[in-house]
């Protein structure tokens, strides 16, 4: 009876003492940069909704302006009331040592999209990309995407940024009048793919290279909407298969997980000439600048096992063409993708034959 009664006490205690704290929208301001300590007592930034029993969340303003709560028997401090962030630490794009495959396609260059603790030269970094300025072109991105059960329902996405490596030409060659005309004199007047200037007729999105919902709090899926981190993308490819690529990759790790991903494009698509009916590639800017991707592609590491998936970034076919990088394979069972030819055909790929065609930087798994 005493060991009986011993466990139950036991277990009641384990349960008492053991209760995670939840958070949800309502802790995500994001006025603050979240983050929590690892066992060598530096900050690395919230990546899950869910903290232990006795865990403490950092809610960094500047580095003499610190909020902390701690989760106490699954329940969290509340942000004091009145606390205020004014002019907080923001996030910067930091040219980093550069990579051979990001350099031979047009010169590209690494950046890490990152706060800065200046005091203590602390680095919390959000995501990678390879970005060429030569070009105007976001090639690759890098990435984890965490288990989380956080809905981003709530999460008003602000306007795009500029920030300091893009400029406001590119910013502008994604509105729908320039964009047209970008089709109309690489086409010429009797082009077929865009019928109008119009702000309502969206045909090409502002496609994200590092996916907003991956990241967990409001001041991280921030740093997403950044002209680094934007390729030109048909709005059908990228509500249709790409979405489900998306949603495919973020729903992998579960609690206590983590997937790692590189997303990039490859080669420029070419459309028919109106008059010649030669390929003629596409670009939004003058000078073969800020091109229309052919293909997009994510490769994606989870517990060690890589996946490779490809998209044609062309509504106009459904046929996904053939290309040396690319020899299809049979997709896991849960990934289904739209047949229907605007969603921009997509396959899995081998991915050992992928990272040889590819480069290097898509080498996720050994």
């Not at 929208?25 to 930034?45: E, F, G, H, V």
């Not at 602390?122 to 984890?144: D, F, M, P």
């Amino acid at each position: 009876m005493i060991i009986q009664f011993a466990i139950i006490m036991w277990l009641v205690a384990k349960d008492v003492w053991g209760q995670q704290c939840q958070l949800d929208a309502s802790n995500m301001n994001r006025k603050w940069i979240y983050a929590i300590k690892t066992p060598s007592n530096q900050y690395d930034l919230l990546h899950t909704n869910t903290l232990e029993d006795g865990q403490t969340l950092y809610l960094i303003c500047k580095e003499d302006d610190i909020i902390q709560l701690k989760c106490n028997r699954g329940i969290m401090d509340r942000i004091p009331d009145g606390s205020k962030c004014m002019n907080g630490i923001k996030y910067q794009e930091i040219q980093v040592i550069n990579e051979v495959p990001c350099f031979q396609r047009n010169r590209g260059e690494i950046y890490d999209i990152r706060y800065t603790l200046a005091r203590s030269g602390t680095t919390l970094s959000i995501y990678q990309v390879c970005y060429s300025k030569l070009s105007e072109e976001a090639i690759y991105s890098r990435h984890k995407t965490y288990g989380l059960s956080l809905s981003s329902y709530a999460y008003n996405r602000p306007t795009f940024a500029v920030g300091s490596v893009t400029g406001p030409t590119r910013a502008e060659s994604f509105e729908a009048a320039n964009v047209y005309a970008s089709f109309v004199s690489l086409l010429g007047n009797g082009q077929r793919f865009i019928t109008s200037n119009s702000p309502s007729n969206r045909v090409i999105d502002r496609g994200h290279l590092v996916n907003v919902q991956d990241l967990l709090t409001y001041d991280q899926k921030d740093a997403t909407m950044n002209y680094i981190n934007v390729i030109p993308q048909f709005t059908s490819v990228n509500i249709k298969n790409w979405k489900i690529i998306e949603n495919w990759v973020h729903g992998l790790p579960k609690n206590g997980e983590y997937v790692s991903v590189l997303t990039g494009t490859f080669e420029v698509l070419e459309l028919e000439h109106s008059i010649t009916g030669q390929p003629t590639k596409i670009y939004l800017m003058k000078n073969s600048k800020n091109p229309i991707p052919k293909y997009i592609y994510k490769v994606i590491n989870r517990n060690g096992v890589c996946t490779v998936i490809v998209t044609h970034n062309n509504p106009f076919t459904a046929q996904f063409g053939n290309h040396v990088a690319c020899r299809p394979i049979a997709c896991p069972d849960s990934l289904v993708f739209s047949r229907v030819a605007d969603s921009g055909a997509s396959n899995c790929c081998d991915y050992n034959q992928f990272v040889h065609n590819i480069g290097f930087h898509a080498k996720l798994c050994n």
